[in-house]
């Protein structure tokens, strides 16, 4: 019965993650909560919130799931997890027959099940110091983005388009790698990320040594057939010390009891089960400096010291220190993008900004009428914007700046080859256009006169959507292009002396 | 004499085997290899024409004024002959408004939905059996038929509208003076009839779009390169879709900053309609409407010389129709 009715629950809420996923389709949400999966995470609050301070509204959500493990301990991991299930779901597939071998890949591995709980604390240092890493390996982070940036495109790219047609990003082999890796990882033990590696299962089990109800074993009706251990999914050892921490609530243990030893209820007794995390203070205060340290060390050796080109930010991104507290690398906005312009950085914003989104134009430029990657945002790294206060309608007093184009006129046609284009001018969303023309009487080769059509970038105007540099008929490195300086976003970046403040 | 050699039913069938692996190297590989030739002369299919034959008399473009755009289009239609004069019951028609931007209908920028609306209703009427509003965008698909108001224009209206996905073009030949063959929408190729229905804007490069420059609307590829040579492109183009009738939508124009707008400032409200068969001579009249000199736009003067049509909208008969 408890069994079957987790299943039905893995089944319901993978379903709705697909659902969510899917219909964050390039274009459009059509008013669906995209994000409710990443809301409602305690991890991607609690890092967030250290590192920048504040605390996004959507992420009360996660306050839900923090009552959830008080009361019935690591329930999410075990029934409601989409990672969760897609690895369960391997594991099951990747059993060994014998029991034997099942039992002995259930034992309980105090010295790899603690490395959880160091990846949580070194990556909550971090974020005490304003870096928010927690993205990397949070399990619902890393599904969204496995799947939104490798799988579905690869599915669309050959031709089972999910409401998607063609998408590509850039480097997204690294993506798939530790998304499949960590699938893989399985066939060593069942839920083996589960077990050793998920920092938001370390938050949730030391949540629910304080839970409500735990699993426990009466010990005189024990007969040590180890029926319980067979499919114990967290190697919470269950017919040992029977570890609240480490168990996933998977009820395995419950249903394969044939003497009805172990149970699940209320704050059952001492001496039935333990609510012990294997890691002693030293332990637990080295982790913490390692994170801590590490954040000061990373940023000693990182871009800082130099502009970032090519770093552009999407739309209503805040400030790249706040940016980098926020974004959790979930990849929502590149899944939203209705041109596929946003892309996961790999270096262009230094090791920290590993998967970040940046627009990169000659992919897909920055829609001028769509907001929609700062409405899918679950962390407001993105503003919510409208389109009005996007383009700078009043009361907004000046439209958002993502960057500024600037022309190569050693590629430009008109410039460089004495050839008719201005294709960038005629895609200029602006009004007046931030691309302009100048025409200019040319003796050509042969001695006739030809007039000209040149291009030129009003700067005050540019809002750096990057259109020109997508449409460019110089079809590998564009003869228009678009670097991050302009960007609204900082103050800092800047080229131009009006409205600056220096 | 030495005994006939007995083969062993083993023998047999590894011997037959054998033959049979030899025969089918020997012929997939000259297969293949024919294969290899026959794959570089390909004929281009190219886009057979979508006219039809007018009555004697029948006017040859229409003008209708007035400040309701569905109501000029419907006086228009009724003035060349209705709708039925074009399109016959059973037929599949596409239809071909300029949805280039993600812009509001206010901005002009996009043909207006209203207009494209009244349009898809008298080919309903007509007895069409497919009505597909086609576009290929500038801005993203998606976003240019939603936030113009097409997508719900046209649902309403009871059309189809098919957003441009990698699957959606086919190559034909075009057989131009600048382009030899094109990424086209398939629906193109497809449908039985093909009703063009632009907007009236200035443009940058070409100082006018409307009726002819609205082709480049159908390709795929990577069109960009045509402004290179565009004016002979447009008349390429326009030369190859052969369109079965034309309405050309001058409701709002937009003034300045074309074809893209984005201001209100940009905007004119001329609240016209004008249908016609003579796309060269509905563009000079577009013209004429902007106050633009139509001498000066490049691509009328060699349309008329490929004899698309001609600039001299006034030689042809015509019907006014104040509003």
């Known amino acids: 019965m408890w069994v079957k009715l987790r299943r039905a629950y893995q089944v319901l809420f993978l379903s709705l993650f697909l659902f969510l996923l899917v219909v964050t389709s390039a274009g459009a949400i059509k008013g669906y909560p995209v994000g409710w999966f990443l809301w409602g995470d305690p991890l991607v609050a609690l890092s967030t919130a250290l590192a920048s301070r504040t605390l996004a509204p959507h992420l009360l959500w996660s306050v839900p799931l923090v009552l959830v493990a008080l009361v019935f301990g690591r329930f999410f991991c075990g029934w409601m997890c989409p990672m969760g299930v897609l690895h369960h779901v391997i594991s099951y597939l990747s059993l060994k027959r014998k029991a034997v071998d099942r039992i002995a890949a259930n034992q309980p591995r105090p010295a790899w099940q603690r490395v959880k709980y160091y990846v949580l604390v070194v990556m909550l240092g971090m974020a005490a110091l304003g870096s928010t890493q927690v993205g990397l390996l949070d399990p619902i982070a890393s599904t969204w983005r496995g799947l939104a940036t490798v799988v579905v495109p690869a599915a669309a790219n050959s031709g089972v388009a999910i409401l998607q047609d063609e998408r590509h990003f850039q480097f997204g082999w690294l993506i798939a790698a530790v998304f499949f890796g960590a699938l893989a990882l399985n066939l060593i033990w069942p839920r083996f990320y589960c077990r050793v590696l998920c920092p938001l299962g370390a938050l949730l089990g030391l949540l629910s040594k304080f839970s409500l109800f735990r699993i426990s074993r009466q010990e005189g009706a024990c007969n040590l057939c180890k029926a319980c251990v067979t499919d114990c999914a967290g190697a919470a050892d269950p017919m040992g010390t029977c570890n609240t921490a480490e168990c996933l609530m998977c009820m395995a243990c419950l249903e394969a009891c044939p003497k009805g030893a172990v149970t699940y209820s209320f704050l059952p007794g001492l001496g039935t089960h333990t609510t012990r995390v294997d890691l002693t203070r030293r332990r637990w205060v080295t982790a913490a400096a390692a994170g801590v340290v590490a954040v000061p060390l990373m940023r000693a050796s990182d871009a800082g010291a130099r502009p970032a080109p090519e770093r552009i930010r999407p739309p209503g991104a805040v400030d790249e220190p706040e940016f980098l507290a926020r974004c959790i690398k979930c990849s929502a906005c590149m899944k939203v993008c209705p041109t596929g312009g946003l892309q996961p950085a790999l270096l262009e914003a230094g090791l920290e900004g590993l998967w970040t989104p940046v627009l990169v134009p000659r992919v897909g430029h920055c829609e001028q009428g769509c907001t929609l990657c700062t409405q899918v945002c679950p962390t407001a790294a993105l503003t919510p914007l409208t389109v009005g206060e996007k383009i700078g309608q009043p009361p907004a007093v000046d439209p958002v700046r993502l960057g500024s184009a600037a022309i190569d006129r050693g590629r430009c046609l008109p410039w460089a080859n004495d050839t008719q284009c201005i294709v960038c001018e005629e895609v200029c969303p602006t009004s007046p256009k931030a691309i302009f023309f100048k025409e200019e009487q040319v003796r050509m080769r042969d001695g006739t006169q030809v007039l000209f059509k040149r291009p030129h970038v009003d700067l005050e105007k540019c809002i750096g959507c990057g259109i020109c540099e997508a449409r460019c008929p110089v079809f590998d490195r564009a003869a228009i292009r678009v670097s991050s300086v302009g960007e609204t976003r900082s103050r800092s970046n800047r080229v131009i002396l009006k409205g600056g403040k220096v | ?323």
């Open chain 2, 1 to 323: 004499m030495s005994k006939p050699r007995v083969f062993s039913r083993r023998e047999a069938l590894q011997l037959a085997a054998t033959s049979a692996a030899g025969l089918v190297t020997v012929g997939g590989g000259l297969w293949l290899a024919a294969r290899h030739h026959a794959n570089r002369d390909v004929v281009l299919p190219s886009i057979r024409s979508h006219r039809v034959e007018q009555p004697a008399g029948a006017p040859r473009w229409v003008v209708a004024r007035g400040p309701d755009a569905a109501a000029n289009v419907r006086r228009a239609l009724e003035a060349i002959g209705g709708m039925g004069a074009f399109v016959k019951r059973g037929e599949s028609v596409l239809i071909k408004p300029n949805v280039g931007w993600n812009r509001l209908p206010e901005q002009a920028a996009n043909t207006n939905p209203e207009v494209v609306a009244e349009v898809v209703r008298h080919v309903r009427a007509a007895g069409a059996a497919k009505i597909w509003v086609a576009d290929v965008p500038v801005n993203a698909a998606e976003r240019c038929f939603e936030r113009s108001g097409i997508s719900r224009a046209v649902g309403d209206a009871g059309a189809t509208v098919l957003l441009p996905g990698s699957n959606s073009f086919t190559e034909v030949s075009v057989g131009g003076q600048v382009l030899q063959s094109a990424n086209v929408l398939k629906v193109l190729a497809d449908a039985d009839k093909v009703i063009n229905l632009p907007m009236v804007k200035q443009h940058g490069l070409t100082q006018l779009t409307g009726c002819l420059k609205n082709w480049y609307g159908v390709l795929g590829g990577h069109r960009v390169r045509l402004h290179q040579d565009i004016h002979h492109s447009i008349v390429d183009l326009a030369a190859m879709a052969k369109p079965t009738l034309t309405v050309l939508d001058a409701t709002r124009v937009l003034m300045a900053n074309g074809p893209t707008g984005g201001s209100l400032s940009d905007v004119k409200r001329l609240d016209t309609i004008v249908v016609g068969l003579d796309e060269v001579a509905l563009d000079t009249f577009g013209a004429s409407l902007m106050g633009f000199d139509p001498a000066e736009i490049g691509f009328l003067e060699i349309a008329e010389k490929a004899g698309l049509g001609t600039r001299d909208f006034r030689s042809l008969k015509s019907v006014e129709i104040p509003g």
